[in-house]
T-cell receptor, first 111, second 114 residues
Framework: GQNIDQPTEMTATEGAIVQINCTYQ??????LFWYQQHAGEAPTFLSY????GLEEKGRFSSFLSRSKGYSYLLLKELQMKDSASYLC????????????FGKGTRLSVIA | EPEVTQTPSHQVTQMGQEVILRCVPI?????FYWYRQILGQKVEFLVS????????KSEIFDDQFSVERPDGSNFTLKIRSTKLEDSAMYFC????????????FGDGTRLSIL
């Protein structure tokens, strides 16, 4: 089976740093994606990791450890507009395979 | 920036009726997907489509569902006889060639079955 776990909710303060963790147990692994989803809107792509290590993209970074089945998304200099759900998704094989999503982490940024 | 567009944004239908949800993927994309998200739950895969045929489908995608690419731009999801539990947000996604390429999602169609 496919299992992707993320915390349900997190709260952080404007200007701070927050780390959202994701652990996965899947039948295969061919890359991990992070998406941002504001309420009632489409998921929008944030980052992609397929090799171990850190990928940095402005205020957002994502880390992957394949041996541990673990990833995190790091958000720096938090802004109110970062309040959203953050979805961890795994592609299990190469080719035209779908993404398997976690339930998402709802992040609330407070003043 | 090119976008995946979906119509309608909201569809209200009586149980047992047929619905067709429409999507226009990004023009140079080759791989197409439908996902659904029941309110408060995770995004779930329905079907993937490439080279004018279904590549993979989930257990959710039973005989009531079908997909079609009737022309060079549209990609549709049809539900033949809707049930109350089909109420959800339906997202279309597409991606270009290349294994590292992310899927880009449309804004979704909120389907409400009465």
């Amino acid at each position: 089976g496919q299992n992707i776990d993320q915390p349900t909710e997190m709260t952080a303060t404007e200007g701070a740093i927050v780390q959202i963790n994701c652990t996965y147990q899947t039948s295969g692994f061919n890359g991990l994606f992070w998406y941002q989803q504001h309420a009632g809107e489409a998921p929008t792509f944030l980052s992609y990791n397929v090799l171990d290590g850190l990928e940095e993209k402005g205020r957002f970074s994502s880390f992957l450890s394949r041996s541990k089945g673990y990833s995190y998304l790091l958000l720096k200099e938090l802004q109110m507009k970062d309040s959203a759900s953050y979805l961890c998704a795994v592609r299990t094989t190469s080719g035209n395979t779908p993404l398997v999503f976690g339930k998402g982490t709802r992040l609330s940024v407070i003043a | 920036e090119p976008e995946v567009t979906q119509t309608p944004s909201h569809q209200v239908t009586q149980m047992g009726q047929e619905v067709i949800l429409r999507c226009v993927p990004i023009s140079n994309h080759l791989y197409f997907y439908w996902y659904r998200q029941i309110l408060g739950q995770k995004v779930e895969f329905l079907v993937s489509f490439y080279n004018n045929e279904i590549s993979e489908k989930s257990e959710i995608f039973d005989d009531q569902f079908s997909v079609e690419r009737p022309d060079g731009s549209n990609f549709t999801l049809k539900i033949r006889s809707t049930k109350l539990e089909d109420s959800a947000m339906y997202f279309c996604a597409s991606r270009t060639d290349g294994k590292n390429q992310p899927q880009h999602f449309g804004d979704g169609t909120r389907l409400s079955i009465l």
